[in-house]
């Protein structure tokens, strides 16, 4: 079945420091890729999306490129802030009917320090 | 903006109990789900719903059961609590489409502890 490998936490950064979480996925077809954020005591929220090959997500500094070469969606920011400090989820969807399921890697946790 | 509203932000029950977790969304989406998230496992997919009255189970139904009775309201019901109940429970909602082009828009998640 399908599944979504992410890089173990807890990242640590200094704030304006690179960022890059990795995320590799196994699926039938062409699934499409999101990428999730939590914030400390809240629901996920969408970050960015793929839905095709070669397709780059991007929202709020964060991007991630759609690599159906290296079966990737690595998660990235040039600078992070210590706002951005949150737990973040890789997940692809299961293309089959349309009830659009979701598959979620494990969660990565960043923490971000001055 | 899309509003996905869990009942109770926390929520302390006794082993035995009959639960009820309830979930409404206000954007006219044909799609719910209930899943549990727990440290080190991500979120694992309890039950979902493509459409009133319809359910599917997911990858851990074992011990629940849901309720679609109107398009806007999906609830998940542990039939009798017990303390591997014990998690953090997250509803979400998406419209329906081919392809999985949809993302899913979650609420803010009720904690649960059953004693």
């Known amino acids: 079945g399908d599944s979504v490998t992410q890089m173990e936490g807890p990242v640590t950064l200094s704030e304006e420091a690179f960022l890059t979480i990795n995320c590799t996925y196994t699926?039938?077809?062409?699934?499409?890729l999101f990428w999730y954020v939590q914030y400390p005591g809240e629901g996920l929220q969408l970050l960015l999306k793929?839905?095709?090959?070669?397709d780059k997500g991007s929202n709020k500094g964060f991007e991630a490129t759609y690599r159906k070469e290296t079966t990737s969606f690595h998660l990235e920011k040039g600078s992070v802030q210590v706002s951005d400090s949150a737990v973040y989820f890789c997940?692809?969807?299961?293309?089959?009917?349309?009830?659009?399921?979701?598959?979620f890697g494990t969660g990565t946790q960043l923490k971000v320090e001055l | 903006d899309v509003k996905v509203t869990q009942s109770s932000r926390y929520l302390v029950k006794r082993t035995g109990e009959k639960v009820f977790l309830e979930c409404v969304q206000d954007m006219d989406h044909e799609n719910m789900f209930w899943y549990r998230q727990d440290p080190g496992l991500g979120l694992r997919l309890i039950y979902f719903s493509y459409d009133v009255k319809m359910k599917e189970k997911g990858d851990i139904p074992e011990g629940y059961s849901v309720s679609r009775e109107k398009k806007e309201r999906f609830s998940l019901i542990l039939e009798s609590a017990s303390t591997n109940q014990t998690s953090m429970y997250l509803c979400a909602s998406s419209l329906s489409g081919t392809g999985g082009r949809q993302p899913q828009h979650f609420g803010d998640g009720t904690r649960l502890s059953i004693l």
């Open positions: 997940a692809l969807s299961d293309q089959t009917g349309g009830g659009n399921k979701l598959t």
């Open positions: 793929a839905t095709k090959a070669d």
């Open positions: 699926a039938t077809g062409y699934p499409s």
